[in-house]
């Protein structure tokens, strides 16, 4: 089979991480946008993460070459990234199972604020530091007034360790 151009993806609804994965070889782009509903939407396929409805899993299946049926639990299509070609599980995406399995110490994360990706993906964290399996440390590095259209207001480092590697932080 030559290299997957996207994931098809079933999400742990508890971590929001990818549980079951299934390489796609899809070729013809203006199909796939069209199952996808993006026919007219000014957003790059090759890098974008989209869900995918139930109806269009066929019509997914049907384009990939091989064709194959997928099973309803994928709710998500990813595009194909270099750093699957590493020969072990790249941590990016699988942060918090790893965590909560015992094999990830500490995960770091930054951006501008406001920034919805960082609120999303921290909300994901949120009910495992209240139970305390799981430390959480912010950082804000404010501007001295807010930037560009969005308004942004700084810079947020967040840091998650587990409860013996807060040293980490």
């Known amino acids: 089979m030559p290299t997957p151009t996207f ?8 971590t929001g991480s990818p549980r079951v994965e299934a390489g796609l070889c899809i070729a013809d782009i203006a199909a796939l946008r069209a199952v996808l509903g993006l026919e007219g939407i000014d957003k790059p396929i090759g890098r974008a993460t989209c869900a995918v409805e139930p109806h269009a899993l066929k019509a997914l299946g049907a384009l990939s070459d091989p064709p194959f049926e997928p099973d309803p639990i994928f709710t998500r299509l990813e595009a194909w990234s270099g750093l699957r070609a590493a020969p072990y599980l790249i941590h990016t995406g699988y942060e918090l199972p790893l965590m909560l399995e ?41 501007f001295p007034a807010p930037v560009g259209p969005a308004k942004l207001l700084g810079m947020r480092d967040v840091y998650f360790a587990l409860p013996n590697d807060e040293w980490r932080i």
């Open 7 to 14: 994931v098809l993806q079933a999400l742990d609804p508890t």
């Open 102 to 142: 015992g094999r990830k110490p500490l995960a770091v994360f930054g951006d501008v604020y406001p920034c919805d990706w960082l609120e999303i993906l921290l909300a994901r964290f949120a009910p495992f530091v209240r139970e305390g399996r799981i430390v959480r440390r912010t950082i804000d590095h404010p």
